[in-house]
């Protein structure tokens, strides 16, 4: 059987091109939306593979992290419509325990929610010590829909004298300080932005038109949000810029081919679990008599 280590020099060559651990010469141009590596649509079942073995280690590394309920994780995945954050998410927890798993997507503000600071309905989700916690979309919303309609921020109920032309760098300045505190909490943060380029999402968007499993998942704002993709990218590009972090690592990950995207995503989550310190919490000569008394019990039933 393939051991551990093997199995993470395998898949770790899928990692680096795309993690951005500081943002300052980051440019979005750099990675392209249908990459695949050095794998081509032939070795597929290559992927297939590795994305099965890191989805067993996955289970197991979580297992062990829940057990131990020490460190956190938080994912947060952001895209464009039609990426395939759902599914990714799907395929690549598809092993992991429910139960040590917690997944949020954050839909337009409630009005509670509104007369909070924007960070509140976020920092409410947070995972607890031992989980993985999923933010299918986050707080960097904030800096991305409120940056291309800035009227967002107009419902935000702030004072005038807060919104200023440095409001999206402030936001940045304090998403990264919130990162470190978690960091230095002792919570894992990875951010993926699943990089699906223009053409590929009209493939996608004339999918959902053409199968009726599909129309669900279509909104008309969909399209008209095709027009500000300019906008988009550059707001994406300013987020990753100011908070890229070794802290927190954002993976810029080549979204045309869901194959692929999902075996990239698998690997970095699989490797920044296997660097924690993880391990079964170890039972001490007290824990340890009561367990020899149990067994006595027991071996007495009959």
């Given at each position: 059987m393939e051991k551990k280590n093997e199995i993470l020099k395998r898949i770790s060559r899928f990692i680096e091109p795309y993690k951005v651990t500081n943002g300052k010469s980051f440019k979005?141009?750099?990675?392209?939306?249908?990459d695949t590596h050095d794998l081509g649509s032939e070795n597929k079942?290559?992927?297939k593979e590795l994305l099965q073995k890191g989805t067993e280690f996955l289970s197991e590394l979580q297992d062990i992290l829940y057990a131990q309920d020490r460190w956190g994780v938080l994912l947060m995945f952001q895209a464009m419509d039609a990426a395939g954050k759902d599914s990714t998410i799907?395929?690549?927890m598809s092993g992991v325990n429910p139960q040590g798993c917690q997944v949020y997507s954050f839909k337009r503000p409630s009005a509670e929610e509104l007369d909070h600071d924007y960070m509140w309905r976020y920092s409410r989700c947070?995972?607890?010590r031992g989980r993985i916690g999923i933010f299918n979309r986050s707080y960097y919303e904030e800096v991305l829909v409120a940056r291309v309609h800035q009227n967002i921020l107009k419902a935000q109920h702030m004072p005038d004298e807060v919104i200023t032309k440095k409001i999206f760098d402030e936001r940045l300045e304090d998403m990264a300080n919130f990162e470190t505190y978690l960091?230095?909490?002792?919570?894992?943060?990875?951010?993926?932005?699943?990089?699906v380029s223009k053409k590929e999402q009209k493939k996608r968007f004339l999918a959902r038109?053409?199968?009726?499993?599909?129309?669900w998942k279509f909104e008309p704002a969909d399209v008209t949000e095709r027009s500000h993709w300019t906008s988009y990218m550059r707001a994406y590009e300013a987020a990753i810029k100011g908070t890229a972090?070794?802290?927190?690592p954002w993976f810029v990950v080549p979204a045309d081919n869901k194959w692929f995207t999902r075996l990239v995503v698998s690997a970095a989550v699989v490797q920044a679990l296997a660097e924690l310190d993880l391990r079964y919490p170890t039972v001490d000569s007290v824990k340890r008599s009561q367990l020899d008394e149990a067994r006595v019990l027991l071996d007495k039933e009959r």
């Open positions: 979005i141009a750099d990675i392209n939306p249908a079942a290559e992927a799907k395929h690549v947070l995972p607890e960091s230095r909490n002792g919570f894992v943060v990875l951010k993926f932005f699943l990089h038109l053409d199968r009726p499993d599909k129309n972090s070794k802290n927190a």
